[in-house]
T-cell receptor
Framework: EAAVTQSPRSKVAVTGGKVTLSCHQTNNHDYMYWYRQDTGHGLRLIHYSYVADSTEKGDIPDGYKASRPSQENFSLILELASLSQTAVYFC????????????FGPGTRLTVL | QEKVQQSPESLIVPEGAMVSLNCSFSDSASQSIWWYQQHPGKGPKALISIFSNGNKKEGRLTVYLNRASLHVSLHIKDSQPSDSAVYLCAVSITGYQNFYFGKGTSLTVIP
């Protein structure tokens, strides 16, 4: 079965600090995605990647950077964490683009104080 | 304007009931529609997808797509307490490499 893991599973960060969320997939998928989920907003796409060493902006990229050093790994970086970035973050992978099933990780709960 | 809207926001039904969930989307250039199930504290998991106008059945699940009215519905037959979860509708748009998700419908099945 497809496997996507995320670390850490939860994190408390201070405003202005740097936060890195990591994602690892063993599906041999080309596409990887970072979403945030907030009450009242549903899942929103932050960044995605379809090949190693390249990332693309999603719908809400401001305040976030992404890094894809290999096919298996995809990181989300918050250089200056803010209160508004408190949310649950999900990583996902898929074999193809917009019409293929996405396999999600378990999520990371981030609280910025 | 939200690209994907789901209704109802929440639903409580007795075990064994037929459940109907609705999803409307704003872009007629949609390619595919997926339904995901999300249990508390977990990531979403794909349940069923549909690409063409009409219906598709898999086990207790049936999905209906009407592209003319930009509407898709998911029906769960003989609902079980284990079906209690949030159901997310995801729509892909031609030219975009991602899905747009609705806010979800929270389903509770009472034993």
């Amino acid at each position: 079965e497809a496997a996507v893991t995320q670390s850490p599973r939860s994190k408390v960060a201070v405003t202005g600090g740097k936060v890195t969320l990591s994602c690892h997939q063993t599906n041999n998928h080309d596409y990887m995605y970072w979403y945030r989920q907030d009450t009242g907003h549903g899942l929103r796409l932050i960044h995605y990647s379809y090949v190693a060493d390249s990332t693309e902006k999603g719908d809400i990229p401001d305040g976030y950077k992404a890094s894809r050093p290999s096919q298996e790994n995809f990181s989300l970086i918050l250089e200056l964490a803010s209160l508004s970035q408190t949310a649950v973050y999900f990583c996902a992978s898929s074999s193809q683009g917009s019409y293929a099933e996405q396999f999600f990780g378990p999520g990371t709960r981030l609280t910025v104080l | 304007q939200e690209k994907v809207q789901q209704s109802p926001e929440s639903l409580i039904v007795p075990e064994g009931a037929m459940v109907s969930l609705n999803c409307s989307f704003s872009d007629s250039a949609s390619q595919s529609i997926w339904w995901y199930q999300q249990h508390p504290g977990k990531g979403p998991k794909a349940l069923i997808s549909i690409f063409s106008n009409g219906n598709k059945k898999e086990g207790r699940l049936t999905v209906y797509l009407n592209r003319a009215s930009l509407h898709v519905s998911l029906h769960i037959k003989d609902s079980q307490p284990s079906d209690s979860a949030v159901y997310l509708c995801a729509v892909s748009i031609t030219g975009y490499q991602n899905f747009y998700f609705g806010k979800g419908t929270s389903l509770t099945v009472i034993p």
